[in-house]
Structure formats: structure tokens, C-alpha cells
């Protein structure tokens, strides 16, 4: 209860607890989601970031073992017990790597795991028309994350917001936020643990990219056969759990090389689609007919991927998968 009133003030905190008593009685566990609730309406009021409902758990994610082992490993990382031990609070991950392979539900799992409210900043919305507005925001934003520590920060697609920063045309203000952003990421010592996201990466200042920034960097490439295996199973138990085993996962597996995650559930609702339309259940025929019909993104932006990719393979960031080579050439 004390943890979740942080970041309240007073006033607040004691017209909160003053309505449960009120409505119960007395105070329970379950009231902290009305104190929840208020911490929603507090950030709302800002127009700065968004109090995001995170539901998905770490067994939502198909493959990506390296990033599973390095997060679960760090779960009580937040914990009095990790402070008396004297481990500093986890800093954050920069998550790099194709679109649809699972960034985005990987910071909403996190915070699902953690028990940690889960905020999402729209980079876009720092920047206003007044002078002086954008760096006032972007303080203002870092104030009250703090404040509502512990929490998980989700800034996703990073690279588009500072993509060529150099000021030009804005009178720098561009440069001034990123660089407020960059201190803070650096100096910072609250439990506000930042997961960033990017689609390009040579679009990303070098100076986000030194470490000190972020705890780790990690590319999250195409699934493996055997991470496709792990995606559809995810997928078919949400979907049929029922009935998974009339479904050929192996061979669904084996005949979509280079699908993302994405386009794997994609995939699925076309075959739904085909299905409910001959009022029937869908197959694993149908699933393949689907899969047929789809190019993924890998085909048709194979030269930015293959620079992604080649890029990993260079030791710049940790692999989030165990399995696969990044050696290989994006089949045409």
C-alpha cells in the first residue's frame, strides 16, 4: 500500500484512502488498485506520459531465451534485500533489432513480471511551440517518473524521435531535450527502469549507444525455426487451446522462413478468417494458405535488414536468442 502511494501527494493520498474506507469500511489489499487509478488520473492531467495497463507475462514471448534469462534473473534487482546486498537499481535495456519480433511486449512483460507500473512516453509530446517549453517537459516528465518509482519507463521507437538531432531548423531544441535526456539516463539513481526500443539503428545518436546508458543493449532478430515453433504454440493456446493438437506446429514452423512474430499472428487471423467464413474451425491447411499469401517484411526491406543484422553479427549488441545464425542470408 505504501509503495503504491508513491508519487501521490498528501492531498491526494488522503482523499483516496478516505474514499475506500467510505465505500468498505475499513482498507484492503485490493484497494491499492484505486490508489492505481489516481496515479492514472495524475499522469492523464500532464499530457505527458501515459499510464499503460500491462497484462502480457514473459511466457507471452516465443523464444528470445537470452533476453527471458537476463531479465528473470534480474526480477528482485527493485528489492531491499538487492539494496543490503549493495546492487545499484537496474538502469534499463535498448532493445534493437526488426519490426514485429516482440520489442514493444517485451517492455509490457516486463512490467507484468516486476509488478511495476508501466509508463510510456511519446517522445513526441516533450516538444511544444514556446521556447524554453520542450526542455521545461522533458524535466517535468523525468520529475514525475521518478515520483512514481519504482516503475518501468517504455519509450518505443526511440530512433524516429532523435533521428538527425542536430538542431537544424528548431534553434536546437532538439538537442537540448536529447541532451537533458541523455544526462539523466546517465546520472540517474531512482528505480525507474527504462526500456527503449528501435526499428533503425543507424539512425541512433552514438551517444544513446554508450554504456552507462542502459545496462545492456540487445538485438532481437528474426525467429529461428525453432522460436516459430515457440510463437505458434503461444499463439494456438491463446487461440484453441482446446484443440492445439491438430495443428502441425513442426511443419507450420518449417514453412514460414523469416517471419517476424508479427506477421506469424497475422498469419493466424487470416487462417481464422478463411475458417469462420466456411463455418468451420481453421487448419493447419489454412494456416499455410495464409502464409502463402504473405511477404514478410524481411523480403521486401531485406537490404535494411540484412544491415541490421549484419550489424549484430559484429559484436555491437547482446543476441536475444539462443538459437539461429546471424550469419545467413535473408532467403529471397
Same mark, same amino acid.
Given at each position: ?31 491499492a488498485e484505486l490508489i ?33 534469462? @537476463? ?42 513480471? @516486476? ?68 544526462? @539523466? ?27 552507462g546508458r542502459f545496462d ?94 549484419? @550489424? ?21
Open positions: 500500500m505504501v509503495r503504491s502511494c508513491q508519487g501521490l501527494s498528501i492531498e491526494r493520498i488522503r482523499r483516496v484512502l478516505a474514499k475506500a474506507i467510505a465505500t468498505k469500511g475499513q482498507l484492503h489489499a485490493d484497494d492505481l487509478e489516481e496515479k492514472r488520473q495524475t499522469i492523464r492531467q500532464t499530457q505527458i506520459l501515459d499510464f499503460y495497463p500491462a497484462r502480457e507475462n514473459i511466457s507471452d514471448i516465443g523464444g528470445l531465451d537470452n533476453l527471458k534469462e @537476463w531479465l528473470l534473473r534480474r526480477g528482485s534487482a527493485f528489492s531491499d534485500r538487492a539494496r543490503q546486498y549493495g546492487l545499484p537499481h537496474p538502469r534499463g535495456l535498448l532493445l534493437v533489432g526488426i519490426q514485429g519480433t516482440g520489442k514493444s511486449l517485451t517492455a509490457k512483460a516486463i512490467a507484468h513480471h @516486476w509488478h511495476l507500473p508501466l509508463l510510456r512516453l511519446d517522445v513526441g509530446r516533450l516538444f511544444a511551440g514556446l521556447v524554453g517549453e520542450s526542455e521545461s517537459r522533458t524535466r517535468q516528465m523525468i520529475q514525475l517518473a521518478e515520483a512514481l518509482a519504482p516503475c518501468v519507463l517504455w519509450i518505443d521507437e526511440i530512433d524516429k524521435a532523435f533521428a538527425g538531432f542536430d538542431g537544424k531548423g528548431d534553434s536546437g531544441t532538439t538537442s537540448r531535450v536529447f541532451g537533458t535526456f541523455i544526462t @539523466w539516463l546517465a546520472e540517474k539513481t531512482s528505480p525507474v527502469f527504462v526500456v527503449a526500443t528501435a526499428n533503425n539503428i543507424q539512425s541512433l545518436p552514438p551517444e544513446l549507444l554508450r554504456k545492456e543493449i540487445f538485438f532481437v532478430g528474426l525467429p529461428s525455426q525453432e522460436e516459430r515453433r515457440a510463437i505458434f504454440e503461444v499463439h494456438l493456446l491463446r487461440l484453441r487451446s482446446h484443440s492445439i493438437k491438430n495443428y502441425d506446429v513442426e511443419r507450420l514452423a518449417y514453412e514460414t522462413p523469416d517471419f517476424s512474430g508479427a506477421e506469424i499472428e497475422q498469419t493466424l487471423i487470416e487462417a481464422m478468417h478463411i475458417g469462420f467464413s466456411q463455418n468451420r474451425d481453421f487448419t493447419t491447411d489454412d494456416i499455410l494458405e495464409s502464409a502463402s499469401q504473405m511477404v514478410p517484411l524481411a523480403r521486401t526491406a531485406q537490404a535494411q535488414i540484412q544491415i541490421l543484422q549484419d @550489424w549484430a553479427a559484429a559484436g555491437k549488441a547482446r543476441l536475444a536468442s539462443r538459437y539461429g545464425s546471424l550469419s545467413r542470408r535473408i532467403q529471397g
